[in-house]
């Protein structure tokens, strides 16, 4: 499988020398404070509430709804709180009667998560995205939380591609290779019900490849091409070492694409790549939980665990 993008520091150091001893604000040190409200703070707001509400359900589903988003809440925190920005004051949605309640709550979060991933630079984009593909993730966990939107036909971005785009992109597209493969190895473990499904995935990994294998060619690169086979993490002798050989390549494929999104600045390249990362996530949900695999649905998909 391929590997995962490296993990971007969370903090810088603040050095005041001797001027720490008389506790300025950070404005006098760096020169300003940014005024407007924090975007993350909303999603942080969010995930806080959704977690409570849903452990207040009690197990099962909601439990796994809660743990993912008290864990999301607890990756957007400690950067809330670095930048240390204003928020602006909400009203806490009510709490949900039942877990139905949670496919508007799952569907918004994702949305606003989405639309901030374009705008924000590269640590906070990644992380942010994270977001997005864990609420995706926890839509495949039952009817009543999703599905959410189908895997969308990828599109590659207009414009010229920078070269500190192409490396990522070569991650990400021997993600695909390999992803692939896995489908195509695990077709003799799986009974005939998961035609359908593998069918889907390949057709997906397969129009991902290539418009990468373009979109490499087009800026003047040499797309990096699929190894001859590929070694499992574990045997593959049965229905549910296929299905957790599959989410594992789902998995893969999440972290190369979030390493496009925090690699680039580019808004276009960063959507396709998060339309990516989702769809990796969704992809590996049903098949994480036909493998038994705990959790079920991944709170920052494509994030080291």
Same mark, same amino acid.
């Given at each position: 499988m391929?590997a995962?993008?490296?993990?971007?520091?969370?903090?810088?150091?603040? /050095?005041?020398g001797?001027? =720490?001893?008389?506790?300025?604000p950070?404005?006098?040190c760096?020169?300003?404070?940014d005024e407007?409200?924090?975007?993350l703070?909303?999603?942080?707001?969010?995930?806080?509430a959704?977690?409570?509400?849903?452990r207040?359900l009690?197990?099962?589903?909601a439990?796994? %709804? !809660?743990?993912?988003r008290a864990?999301?809440? $607890?990756a957007?925190?400690?950067?809330?709180?670095?930048?240390? /920005?204003p928020?602006?004051?909400?009203?806490p @949605?009510? =709490?949900p009667?039942?877990?139905?309640?949670f #496919? $508007?709550?799952?569907?918004? *979060?994702?949305?606003q998560?989405?639309d901030?991933?374009?705008t924000? @630079?590269?640590?906070?984009?990644g992380?942010? !995205?994270g977001?997005? !593909?864990?609420c995706?993730?926890l839509?495949?966990?039952a009817a009543?939380l999703g599905?959410g939107?189908d895997?969308q036909?990828?599109?590659a971005?207009?414009?010229?591609l920078?070269?500190?785009?192409?490396?990522?992109l070569q #991650?990400?597209? !021997?993600s695909?290779h $390999?992803?692939?493969?896995?489908?195509?190895?695990?077709? +003799?473990?799986?009974?005939?019900e998961?035609?359908?499904a593998?069918k889907?995935?390949r057709a997906?990994?397969? +129009?991902r /490849?290539? %418009?990468?294998?373009?979109?490499?060619?087009?800026?003047?690169?040499?797309?990096v091409?699929?190894e001859a =086979?590929y070694?499992?993490? #574990?045997?593959v002798?049965?229905?549910a070492s296929?299905?957790?050989?599959?989410a594992s390549?789902?998995?893969?494929?999440?972290?190369?694409?979030?390493g496009? %999104?925090?690699?680039?600045?580019? *808004?276009?390249? /960063?959507?396709?790549?998060l339309?990516?990362?989702?769809?990796a996530?969704?992809?590996?949900?049903?098949?994480r939980?036909?493998a038994g695999e705990?959790?079920?649905?991944?709170?920052?998909?494509g994030q080291?665990?």
């Open positions: 391929t995962r993008p490296t993990d971007l520091s969370r903090r810088g150091v603040l /050095r005041l001797a001027v =720490a001893a008389l506790a300025l950070l404005a006098a760096s020169g300003g404070y407007t409200p924090d975007p703070a909303p999603l942080l707001s969010a995930a806080d959704d977690a409570t509400a849903a207040a009690g197990g099962g589903v439990g796994q %709804v !809660a743990d993912a864990a999301q809440a $607890a957007l925190k400690p950067e809330v709180e670095r930048l240390n /920005r928020t602006q004051a909400s009203t @949605p009510a =709490a009667a039942d877990l139905g309640a #496919k $508007a709550r799952l569907a918004t *979060a994702r949305k998560a989405e901030l991933v374009p924000l @630079p590269a640590y906070r984009a992380l942010v !995205a977001v997005a !593909a864990g995706a993730s839509q495949r966990l009543t599905p939107d895997a036909t990828p599109v971005p207009t414009g010229k920078s070269s500190d785009a192409v490396d990522p #991650k990400a597209l !021997a695909e $390999a992803a692939l493969w896995v489908y195509g190895l695990v077709t +003799a473990f799986l009974p005939g998961f035609g359908d593998l889907a995935g997906e990994h397969t +129009a /490849r290539d %418009v990468v294998t373009q979109m490499i060619e087009s800026a003047g690169g040499t797309p091409a699929p =086979a070694v499992p993490p #574990k045997p002798n049965d229905t296929a299905s957790a050989l599959v390549a789902e998995e893969d494929s999440a972290a190369a694409w979030l496009v %999104v925090t690699h680039t600045d580019d *808004a276009g390249l /960063r959507k396709m790549a339309q990516a990362l989702i769809a996530a969704r992809r590996g949900t049903p098949w939980q036909e705990k959790p079920t649905a991944l709170a920052m998909p080291p665990a």
